[in-house]
């Protein structure tokens, strides 16, 4: 009986000793990873076609940076320009696209909003690259100036840039 009394305080002591030495603290892992801000942006393809009748036109947009993901795009202001232009749309799921439209009925000139692409921007803003082609009636090219501006909703609608 001695015995069992002393196993049994013997084990009663080991469990409190137990319970009152120092447990190891757990480990919390309070590193978080680097945010990423994403953004839905939309940006103006403007071409600037002068005194010469825009009737086709090709643009080709890059975001050199990777940062944008092209989500969408829409036609430009009211005119012949005011559908959706022609794109793969395939190529916009990436940073990188070309678009294009013709007309022929009379032909806008001077600057003219001819799509409005939107962008899902993560982890910066993107830096385009551009290049264009332009053609008068018949074919004919000429230099054109393109601008991708940051759309800006207070412009009356049709407003030209």
Do not use: C
């Not at 480990?27 to 071409?47: G, H, K, Q």
């Amino acid at each position: 009986m001695k015995a069992l009394v002393a196993s049994i305080l013997l084990v009663a002591a080991a469990v409190v000793a137990g319970a009152w030495s120092p447990q190891p603290e757990p480990r919390v892992d309070n590193t978080m990873p680097a945010a990423t801000t994403t953004e839905f942006l939309a940006y103006d393809v403007v071409i600037d076609a002068g005194s010469e009748p825009l009737s086709a036109w090709q643009v080709e947009v890059k975001d050199t940076l990777k940062h944008a993901r092209i989500v969408g795009i829409e036609g430009g202001q009211p005119g012949p320009y005011s559908g959706a232009p022609h794109y793969d749309p395939k190529a916009i799921q990436g940073e990188h696209v070309i678009i294009g439209a013709f007309t022929t009925k009379d032909a806008p000139t001077g600057k003219v909003r001819v799509a409005r692409l939107h962008v899902m921007a993560e982890g910066g803003t993107p830096s385009f690259t551009t290049t264009i082609t332009a053609a008068a009636p018949g074919g004919r090219a000429f230099n054109a100036t393109l601008t991708i501006q940051p759309h800006t909703p207070d412009a009356a609608p049709g407003a030209k840039p």
